[in-house]
């Protein structure tokens, strides 16, 4: 059980207990252990979401998590102008009219995990191992509290030490100064960083040398950014929350709001008592869209549900090219029977190429876009009809969409529409880009970006006299791989969980262990500390919701500091932390960075990086002078409600070379799924944010107790011979390789057929490293090819 066995000795790649484990001396690690799961109980798939259950859930949570004072007080400030920013979703808050309320369940869920009230002391490094750490599940690593100070595994230890702050700050600088070239040294950033946090970073990576800046956008959103830069030369939606208001239609696409974004189901709730029709497309039939209780009023407390999808299209896993396609080919073959569908004025005045567009719709025959999409041609008729009857149509989109091969590609196809329609840059039309992480928008922002564009380069150096560098980084895809390949020595990771987040968590662990220090910036315990580097550091901070003081220049008064974030409309708001900490050794991040940044890189450049460890006003006003929009920083971010960024195409501005919006052509995808194959994506449950669990039910798909299950269609499994709880293993085959896990219970669910659904990150260990997105290189989380058989010993009851 104890030697590394690379993959490419076998040609099976397995995660779980019994196979070759990891070990780079500081004894064997567990990926996937089994320890986690319950009985599993299966209920009926809910047909509608929150509502009293759902505010019950989370004050539940909160106060089994953090004591009823730390818990329920903490709620009461999110998203208000003088609290903190939801540390949840990146859903934008109301500019006014804001409720006691302006949180949902998840996000309760998320300030709850922060206050928790347990504690990991050194003590806790004293009694467990990594190795014994690892044989327990990411629930468990996370439940076991929040860290209180730093912590170091040294060369070939089995167990972590204490280490002060001054000593940590000494090892990195000292290995990052060794190292032979800066380009050996990654800088990771978790979409949860502060802007003053994320500028201050990348203001470091790129004073050492490198841009080598993956963040987790390189897995999330990525795919938009490419598409939207395409096509409207910039790479942010373009709708306002009050556009919602003004709607005529509204689609939804591969996203589940009531999970993952609850607040935008307010937004949806009103679009529809306007009138709007909403649309979803989806594999599954979420909870929250198919009916809808709101927890702000009455009725919904009471258990009154709306009614939120008029129609809902039942997409197969990468259906969505060929599905809009069919709406676009259905709205051309009209306008070409009797014009008046496409919108001239806009489409003349606005964009170029259509005519490419217009030959790739007529060309597409109708058979492919119905099967391969999985949605009847009558269906297609009647949402074509409703996008042709309709001006104010917006389309929001997540996950479902970007995180397959053709994710660019995806958003393109549905851009298009907007462009023929002429429903950008006008009240209640828009692309709605729905972002993951609260500040994940911002980071990339404040210039986290492995591709630096010359601009904010060459502003950097003139601010900061220093000669950045020119050259392209690693992202977060080309990280892993330039670890693995011994390439990378350094890893530095602001927040997050990189081990669980990337694909091919087997690859993904060998890649971290194979250098010489990982360090984490981060709140709590989390796989990646114990798949580490040679040497690991764990470099514990505040979270959001914690008070943040720093001293004055007289060295006596004492004042809040105050941190600032962007939502997914590109407002930027501050946000304030008020809360006792959770240990007196904590530091805010963007105080550990710039202590980071000071011990490695000294006085190299013009940064006074100690001022800016105490007083981010200063890295405020570097911010203003260095990125476009945020003049005056330090007065408009204290203006309540906070401000807009400038957005070109929401003004019918389109900063492409031409000065247009494009239409693209966009292919239906080749056929992957083979006989006796499905094509699995992989979902978030109700209870977890991303690589933290918080629960193991999954209140509104009706799965309770379990997390390694695969959701597939009854036929499917009678096929199979398979019966519910059955248990079975999953594999998928990747140039020439089998990646496997074992033991997962089948549920049935209702699925199109050759599809299925498992959870992030269980199902992680299955998607190859190798297949990402040929635009974003997103990796396709959203789409694999896997077999299904039953495990050794398991039979049907
Ligand atoms: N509570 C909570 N909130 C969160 C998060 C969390 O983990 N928990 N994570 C945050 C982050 S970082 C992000 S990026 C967002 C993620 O928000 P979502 O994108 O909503 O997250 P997923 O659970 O990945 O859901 C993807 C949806 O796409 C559907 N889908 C899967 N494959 C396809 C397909 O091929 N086509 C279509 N049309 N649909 C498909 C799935 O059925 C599912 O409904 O949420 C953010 N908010
Ligand atoms: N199969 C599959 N894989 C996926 C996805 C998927 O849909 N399917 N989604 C992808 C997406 S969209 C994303 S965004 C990535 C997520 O990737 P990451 O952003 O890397 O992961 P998280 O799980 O959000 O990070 C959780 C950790 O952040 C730390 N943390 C929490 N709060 C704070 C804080 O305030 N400051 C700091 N410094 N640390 C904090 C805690 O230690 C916690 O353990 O995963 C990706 N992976
Ligand atoms: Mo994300």
Redesign the pocket.
Known sequence: MSTTVPPSSSDVIAVQADSPSLDNGHGPIELIPTEEDGLLKQKPVKTRGTGLPAVLSSFRYAIGEAGPLRGTLPMLQINQGDGFDCP???WPDPDKERSAFEFCE??A??VAHESDKRRITRSFFERYSVSEMSRHSDYWLEQQGRLTEPMVLRENATHYQPISWDEAFGMVADQLQGLDSPDEACFYTS?KATNEAAFAFQVFARGLGTNNMPD?SNM??ESSGRAMTRMFGHGKGTVLLEDFKKAELVFV?????G????RQLTALQQAKRAGAKVIL????P?AGMMGFMNPQEVGGMLGKSTQLTDEFLQ??????IP?FKGILKQLVEWDDAQGGIIDRDFVEQHTIDLDDLLADVRAAEWNDIVRRSGIGRDQITTVAKLVRDRERIIIC????????RNGTQ?VQEFLNLLLLRGAIGKPGAGACC????SN?QGDRTMGVWEQPKKPLLDRMQEVFQFEPPRHHGFDSHSSAIAMHEGKLKVFVSLGGNFLMAMPDTRYAAEALQNTDLTVRIGTKLNRADLATGRQSLILPCLGRTERDVRVDADGKTECLQLSSTENSMGVVQRTTGRFEPASAELMNETEIICRLAHATLGDRMKVDWLGWANDYDQIRDAVAQVIPGFEDYNIRVRQDGGFYLPNGPRERQFPTPTGKAVFTVNPIPPEEVGPGQF?M??????D???T?IYGLHDRYRGIYNARQVVMMNQADMDELGLTAEQSVDVASLFEGKTRQVRGFKVVPYPIPRQCL?MY?PEANPLIPMGSTDEFSNCPS???TIVTVSAANGSQGH
Do not use: M
Not at 259 to 262: A, E, G, L, V
Not at 397 to 404: A, F, Y
């Open positions: 949840g979703c990146a998840n996000g869920k998320a979409g987790c999330c959103h696409v591969g996203q589940n709001p999970t993952n974004h609850p497309v989806n594999p599954l979420e997409v197969k896993i990468n259906g969505d599905l989109w997540c996950l479902g969409v970007t995180q397959h995806n729905v972002r993951g992480h994940v094509a994506t992989t979902v978030r449950s109700h977890q944010f991303n933290t659904a992030f989380y959203k789409h």
